[in-house]
Protein backbone atom coordinates (compact mmCIF):
# COMPACT_ATOMS: atom_id res chain seq x y z
CA UNK A 1 0.00 0.00 0.00
CA UNK A 2 1.18 3.70 -0.72
CA UNK A 3 0.14 6.63 0.25
CA UNK A 4 0.80 9.90 -1.08
CA UNK A 5 1.40 10.92 -5.04
CA UNK A 6 4.21 8.51 -6.78
CA UNK A 7 6.24 6.92 -4.19
CA UNK A 8 9.38 6.54 -5.77
CA UNK A 9 11.72 9.90 -6.39
CA UNK A 10 9.62 12.73 -8.70
CA UNK A 11 10.80 14.53 -11.45
CA UNK A 12 13.33 17.14 -10.73
CA UNK A 13 14.33 15.25 -7.77
CA UNK A 14 18.04 14.18 -7.68
CA UNK A 15 19.11 11.09 -6.66
CA UNK A 16 21.07 12.18 -2.92
CA UNK A 17 18.73 10.00 -0.69
CA UNK A 18 19.65 9.70 3.04
CA UNK A 19 17.64 7.00 4.62
CA UNK A 20 17.71 6.31 8.08
CA UNK A 21 16.01 3.26 9.93
CA UNK A 22 14.16 4.03 13.73
CA UNK A 23 13.14 1.38 16.18
CA UNK A 24 10.06 0.59 17.57
CA UNK A 25 9.67 0.30 21.33
CA UNK A 26 8.02 -0.78 24.16
CA UNK A 27 6.90 0.28 27.54
CA UNK A 28 8.51 -2.29 30.23
CA UNK A 29 7.08 0.39 32.97
CA UNK A 30 4.74 3.07 32.57
CA UNK A 31 4.27 4.79 35.92
CA UNK A 32 1.92 7.93 35.42
CA UNK A 33 1.96 10.60 38.00
CA UNK A 34 -0.54 13.56 37.89
CA UNK A 35 -1.38 16.00 35.85
CA UNK A 36 1.09 19.12 35.69
CA UNK A 37 -0.08 22.39 35.33
CA UNK A 38 1.07 21.92 31.20
CA UNK A 39 -1.57 19.21 30.77
CA UNK A 40 0.95 16.57 30.69
CA UNK A 41 1.88 13.90 32.78
CA UNK A 42 4.79 13.36 35.13
CA UNK A 43 6.17 10.08 34.12
CA UNK A 44 8.36 7.27 34.83
CA UNK A 45 9.02 5.66 31.80
CA UNK A 46 11.19 2.59 31.06
CA UNK A 47 11.70 2.35 27.40
CA UNK A 48 13.14 -0.64 25.44
CA UNK A 49 13.61 -0.11 21.93
CA UNK A 50 12.62 -3.04 19.74
CA UNK A 51 13.47 -4.70 16.27
CA UNK A 52 10.36 -3.70 14.53
CA UNK A 53 11.80 -0.34 12.01
CA UNK A 54 10.28 2.46 10.01
CA UNK A 55 13.03 3.76 7.63
CA UNK A 56 13.26 7.80 6.64
CA UNK A 57 14.20 8.36 3.58
CA UNK A 58 15.14 12.58 2.30
CA UNK A 59 15.56 13.18 -1.40
CA UNK A 60 16.21 16.75 -2.63
CA UNK A 61 13.11 18.14 -4.11
CA UNK A 62 11.55 20.85 -6.20
CA UNK A 63 8.96 21.40 -3.27
CA UNK A 64 8.40 19.54 0.08
CA UNK A 65 6.70 16.53 -0.13
CA UNK A 66 5.77 13.07 1.80
CA UNK A 67 4.79 9.64 0.91
CA UNK A 68 4.68 6.60 3.13
CA UNK A 69 4.28 2.53 1.91
CA UNK A 70 3.71 -0.33 4.39
CA UNK A 71 0.68 -2.24 5.07
CA UNK A 72 -0.87 0.68 7.12
CA UNK A 73 0.03 3.70 4.88
CA UNK A 74 -3.79 4.64 4.34
CA UNK A 75 -4.01 5.61 7.78
CA UNK A 76 -0.85 8.04 8.26
CA UNK A 77 -2.24 11.46 7.46
CA UNK A 78 -0.01 13.51 4.66
CA UNK A 79 -0.83 16.92 5.99
CA UNK A 80 1.41 19.54 8.55
CA UNK A 81 0.07 17.60 11.32
CA UNK A 82 2.99 14.46 10.45
CA UNK A 83 5.63 14.74 12.64
CA UNK A 84 7.97 13.95 9.65
CA UNK A 85 7.21 16.84 8.47
CA UNK A 86 7.23 18.82 11.12
CA UNK A 87 10.70 17.63 12.32
CA UNK A 88 11.88 18.60 8.93
CA UNK A 89 10.36 21.58 9.35
CA UNK A 90 12.13 22.51 12.90
CA UNK A 91 15.90 21.53 11.97
CA UNK A 92 15.37 23.79 8.94
CA UNK A 93 14.32 26.59 11.31
CA UNK A 94 17.09 25.48 13.90
CA UNK A 95 19.52 26.25 11.25
CA UNK A 96 17.75 29.13 9.88
CA UNK A 97 17.37 27.63 6.48
CA UNK A 98 14.23 28.30 5.89
CA UNK A 99 12.07 27.11 2.65
CA UNK A 100 15.47 26.94 0.57
CA UNK A 101 15.77 23.29 1.10
CA UNK A 102 12.60 21.30 0.16
CA UNK A 103 12.61 17.77 0.50
CA UNK A 104 10.98 14.90 -0.23
CA UNK A 105 10.25 12.37 2.57
CA UNK A 106 9.38 8.52 2.32
CA UNK A 107 8.05 7.03 5.02
CA UNK A 108 8.28 2.79 4.72
CA UNK A 109 6.20 1.91 7.34
CA UNK A 110 6.97 -1.56 9.25
CA UNK A 111 5.87 0.06 12.86
CA UNK A 112 1.83 -0.64 14.17
CA UNK A 113 0.32 2.63 13.30
CA UNK A 114 -0.97 4.97 16.11
CA UNK A 115 -0.76 1.64 17.99
CA UNK A 116 1.54 2.74 21.25
CA UNK A 117 5.00 1.69 19.89
CA UNK A 118 6.33 5.15 18.89
CA UNK A 119 5.76 4.27 15.19
CA UNK A 120 5.11 8.91 14.68
CA UNK A 121 7.81 9.31 17.23
CA UNK A 122 10.01 6.97 15.20
CA UNK A 123 9.42 8.98 11.69
CA UNK A 124 9.98 12.32 13.47
CA UNK A 125 13.34 11.21 15.08
CA UNK A 126 14.01 9.62 11.33
CA UNK A 127 13.15 12.55 9.33
CA UNK A 128 15.51 14.90 11.73
CA UNK A 129 18.50 12.95 11.31
CA UNK A 130 17.98 12.31 7.78
CA UNK A 131 17.53 16.10 6.44
CA UNK A 132 20.65 16.30 8.95
CA UNK A 133 22.78 14.70 6.69
CA UNK A 134 21.94 15.33 3.63
CA UNK A 135 21.82 19.24 4.72
CA UNK A 136 25.10 18.62 6.68
CA UNK A 137 24.09 20.59 9.09
CA UNK A 138 25.71 18.91 11.44
CA UNK A 139 23.67 19.02 14.54
CA UNK A 140 24.61 17.87 17.72
CA UNK A 141 23.38 15.18 19.97
CA UNK A 142 22.28 17.55 22.55
CA UNK A 143 20.65 19.48 20.03
CA UNK A 144 19.38 16.90 18.19
CA UNK A 145 17.56 15.42 21.63
CA UNK A 146 16.21 19.20 22.38
CA UNK A 147 14.43 19.40 19.08
CA UNK A 148 13.11 15.80 19.43
CA UNK A 149 11.82 16.91 23.06
CA UNK A 150 9.73 19.58 21.20
CA UNK A 151 7.95 17.28 18.50
CA UNK A 152 6.80 15.03 21.48
CA UNK A 153 7.66 12.98 24.22
CA UNK A 154 8.68 9.83 23.31
CA UNK A 155 10.82 10.76 20.42
CA UNK A 156 14.34 11.56 22.16
CA UNK A 157 13.65 7.73 22.92
CA UNK A 158 13.19 6.92 19.19
CA UNK A 159 16.56 8.64 18.47
CA UNK A 160 18.70 6.98 21.05
CA UNK A 161 17.07 3.16 21.45
CA UNK A 162 18.48 1.08 23.63
CA UNK A 163 17.40 1.02 26.72
CA UNK A 164 16.43 4.13 29.07
CA UNK A 165 14.54 5.71 32.05
CA UNK A 166 12.28 8.87 31.01
CA UNK A 167 11.35 11.19 33.74
CA UNK A 168 9.61 14.18 33.11
CA UNK A 169 7.36 13.54 30.44
CA UNK A 170 9.35 10.83 29.52
CA UNK A 171 11.76 13.17 27.20
CA UNK A 172 14.50 13.24 30.33
CA UNK A 173 16.36 10.38 29.35
CA UNK A 174 18.78 8.34 31.43
CA UNK A 175 20.24 5.18 29.44
CA UNK A 176 20.12 1.81 31.12
CA UNK A 177 22.11 -1.25 30.69
CA UNK A 178 20.52 -4.57 29.32
CA UNK A 179 22.71 -7.62 30.41
CA UNK A 180 20.68 -9.70 27.58
CA UNK A 181 18.40 -9.77 24.76
CA UNK A 182 14.71 -10.28 25.46
CA UNK A 183 11.94 -12.04 22.88
CA UNK A 184 8.48 -10.24 22.43
CA UNK A 185 5.68 -11.21 20.75
CA UNK A 186 3.27 -8.37 19.41
CA UNK A 187 -0.42 -8.70 18.82
CA UNK A 188 -1.34 -5.58 16.64
CA UNK A 189 -5.06 -4.62 16.80
CA UNK A 190 -7.33 -3.39 14.40
CA UNK A 191 -7.31 0.58 14.53
CA UNK A 192 -5.51 2.59 16.89
CA UNK A 193 -5.81 4.50 19.72
CA UNK A 194 -5.51 8.23 20.64
CA UNK A 195 -2.63 8.78 23.17
CA UNK A 196 -4.50 11.82 24.77
CA UNK A 197 -7.80 9.94 25.09
CA UNK A 198 -6.00 7.01 26.98
CA UNK A 199 -4.34 9.55 29.55
CA UNK A 200 -7.64 11.18 29.51
CA UNK A 201 -9.45 7.90 30.59
CA UNK A 202 -6.71 7.23 32.84
CA UNK A 203 -7.53 10.51 34.40
CA UNK A 204 -11.30 9.68 34.67
CA UNK A 205 -10.71 5.95 36.37
CA UNK A 206 -8.50 7.62 38.81
CA UNK A 207 -11.40 10.47 39.77
CA UNK A 208 -14.11 8.07 39.82
CA UNK A 209 -12.05 5.83 41.92
CA UNK A 210 -11.76 8.53 44.51
CA UNK A 211 -7.87 9.12 43.96
CA UNK A 212 -8.20 12.34 41.73
CA UNK A 213 -5.73 12.89 39.01
CA UNK A 214 -3.76 16.17 39.84
CA UNK A 215 -0.18 16.22 41.21
CA UNK A 216 -1.05 17.04 44.40
CA UNK A 217 -3.14 13.67 44.45
CA UNK A 218 -0.99 11.20 42.46
CA UNK A 219 2.48 10.31 44.38
CA UNK A 220 5.58 10.67 42.43
CA UNK A 221 5.83 8.03 39.62
CA UNK A 222 9.20 5.79 40.49
CA UNK A 223 10.60 2.82 38.62
CA UNK A 224 10.45 -0.43 40.07
CA UNK A 225 13.88 -1.16 41.45
CA UNK A 226 13.19 -4.94 40.39
CA UNK A 227 12.18 -4.48 37.08
CA UNK A 228 15.62 -2.03 36.64
CA UNK A 229 17.45 -5.18 37.75
CA UNK A 230 15.34 -7.28 35.95
CA UNK A 231 16.88 -5.23 32.59
CA UNK A 232 20.17 -5.18 34.25
CA UNK A 233 20.83 -8.74 34.60
CA UNK A 234 19.06 -9.58 31.26
CA UNK A 235 16.46 -12.28 33.14
CA UNK A 236 13.37 -12.87 31.57
CA UNK A 237 11.19 -14.52 34.00
CA UNK A 238 12.46 -11.68 37.02
CA UNK A 239 11.33 -8.87 33.90
CA UNK A 240 7.97 -10.98 33.58
CA UNK A 241 7.63 -10.65 37.22
CA UNK A 242 7.87 -7.02 37.29
CA UNK A 243 5.23 -6.49 34.38
CA UNK A 244 2.88 -8.27 36.39
CA UNK A 245 4.04 -7.40 39.96
CA UNK A 246 0.57 -8.96 41.41
CA UNK A 247 -0.06 -12.08 38.76
CA UNK A 248 -3.25 -11.62 37.14
CA UNK A 249 -4.29 -8.45 35.58
CA UNK A 250 -1.61 -5.94 37.34
CA UNK A 251 0.45 -4.58 34.90
CA UNK A 252 3.85 -2.42 35.26
CA UNK A 253 1.72 0.12 32.65
CA UNK A 254 -0.18 3.00 34.56
CA UNK A 255 -2.22 3.51 31.41
CA UNK A 256 -3.38 -0.54 30.62
CA UNK A 257 -6.41 -0.30 32.97
CA UNK A 258 -7.50 3.15 30.63
CA UNK A 259 -6.54 0.56 26.86
CA UNK A 260 -8.75 -1.95 28.12
CA UNK A 261 -11.44 0.59 29.39
CA UNK A 262 -11.56 2.17 25.82
CA UNK A 263 -10.98 -1.34 24.45
CA UNK A 264 -12.34 -4.28 26.47
CA UNK A 265 -11.40 -6.49 23.44
CA UNK A 266 -7.59 -6.29 24.57
CA UNK A 267 -8.38 -8.62 27.56
CA UNK A 268 -9.30 -11.43 25.12
CA UNK A 269 -5.93 -10.50 23.60
CA UNK A 270 -4.11 -10.56 26.11
CA UNK A 271 -5.45 -14.17 27.72
CA UNK A 272 -4.64 -15.54 24.44
CA UNK A 273 -1.10 -14.67 24.53
CA UNK A 274 -0.53 -15.67 28.35
CA UNK A 275 -2.60 -19.42 27.52
CA UNK A 276 -0.22 -20.05 24.65
CA UNK A 277 3.29 -19.83 27.07
CA UNK A 278 4.12 -16.02 27.04
CA UNK A 279 5.67 -15.32 30.65
CA UNK A 280 4.11 -12.27 30.59
CA UNK A 281 1.51 -9.95 28.56
CA UNK A 282 0.84 -6.19 28.56
CA UNK A 283 -0.37 -3.48 26.71
CA UNK A 284 2.00 -1.47 24.86
CA UNK A 285 2.63 2.58 26.10
CA UNK A 286 -1.13 3.74 25.43
CA UNK A 287 -2.24 0.67 23.18
CA UNK A 288 -4.15 -0.74 21.45
CA UNK A 289 -0.66 -3.35 20.78
CA UNK A 290 -0.27 -5.86 23.49
CA UNK A 291 3.20 -6.77 24.45
CA UNK A 292 4.27 -10.14 24.90
CA UNK A 293 7.81 -11.19 26.92
CA UNK A 294 8.54 -14.90 25.92
CA UNK A 295 11.32 -17.15 26.98
CA UNK A 296 13.18 -17.70 24.00
CA UNK A 297 12.65 -17.51 20.24
CA UNK A 298 11.02 -20.64 19.74
CA UNK A 299 8.73 -19.62 22.72
CA UNK A 300 8.19 -16.35 20.67
CA UNK A 301 7.18 -18.73 17.61
CA UNK A 302 4.51 -20.81 19.49
CA UNK A 303 2.56 -17.48 21.37
CA UNK A 304 2.86 -15.73 17.75
CA UNK A 305 0.78 -18.34 16.01
CA UNK A 306 -1.10 -18.76 18.64
CA UNK A 307 -2.27 -15.26 18.61
CA UNK A 308 -2.45 -15.22 14.75
CA UNK A 309 -5.26 -18.48 15.23
CA UNK A 310 -6.97 -16.98 17.98
CA UNK A 311 -8.50 -14.06 16.08
CA UNK A 312 -8.19 -11.67 18.94
CA UNK A 313 -5.21 -9.69 17.03
CA UNK A 314 -5.34 -8.05 13.65
CA UNK A 315 -1.47 -9.69 13.33
CA UNK A 316 1.44 -10.55 15.83
CA UNK A 317 4.64 -9.76 14.81
CA UNK A 318 8.30 -11.23 17.13
CA UNK A 319 10.73 -8.76 17.93
CA UNK A 320 13.59 -8.54 20.25
CA UNK A 321 14.68 -5.81 22.54
CA UNK A 322 16.63 -4.13 22.90
CA UNK A 323 17.50 -2.14 19.55
CA UNK A 324 19.51 0.19 18.06
CA UNK A 325 18.37 3.93 17.54
CA UNK A 326 18.10 6.09 14.70
CA UNK A 327 20.70 4.93 12.61
CA UNK A 328 21.95 5.89 8.91
CA UNK A 329 21.66 3.25 6.78
CA UNK A 330 22.42 4.99 3.27
O1 LIG B 1 4.22 14.40 23.74
P1 LIG B 1 3.20 13.84 22.83
O2 LIG B 1 2.80 14.80 21.74
O3 LIG B 1 3.57 12.50 22.26
O4 LIG B 1 1.91 13.59 23.71
C1 LIG B 1 0.67 13.31 23.12
C2 LIG B 1 -0.42 13.50 24.16
O5 LIG B 1 -0.31 12.49 25.17
C3 LIG B 1 -0.34 14.81 24.92
O6 LIG B 1 -1.00 15.83 24.25
C4 LIG B 1 -1.02 14.44 26.23
O7 LIG B 1 -2.42 14.43 26.07
C5 LIG B 1 -0.59 13.01 26.44
N1 LIG B 1 0.61 12.91 27.30
C6 LIG B 1 0.51 13.19 28.65
N2 LIG B 1 1.61 13.09 29.46
C7 LIG B 1 2.79 12.70 28.95
C8 LIG B 1 2.94 12.41 27.59
C9 LIG B 1 1.81 12.52 26.78
O8 LIG B 1 -0.57 13.53 29.13
N3 LIG B 1 3.86 12.60 29.77
Known amino acids: ATNGAGAGAGAGEDSRTVTVRVPAKVNVQLAVGGIRPDGFHGLANVFLAVSLYDEVSATPAATPRLTVSGADAGQVPLDDSNLAVRAARALATHHGLGESDP ?16 GGSADAAGALLACDALWNTRTSHDELLALCAELGSDVPFSLLGGAALGRGRGELLTPLEV ?17 PAVYGECDRLREASGGGATVADVGEPEPAPALLDALRTGDATALAAALAPHGGGSSSNDLQSAALS ?3 SLAATLHAGTAAGALAALVSGSGP ?23 TCRTARRATGPAPGATVVG
Open 262 to 264: LRP
Open 179 to 195: GGTFHWVFAVADGGLST
Open 103 to 118: VHLHLSKDIPVAGGMA
Open 289 to 311: TCAFLTKDADSAETVAAALLASG
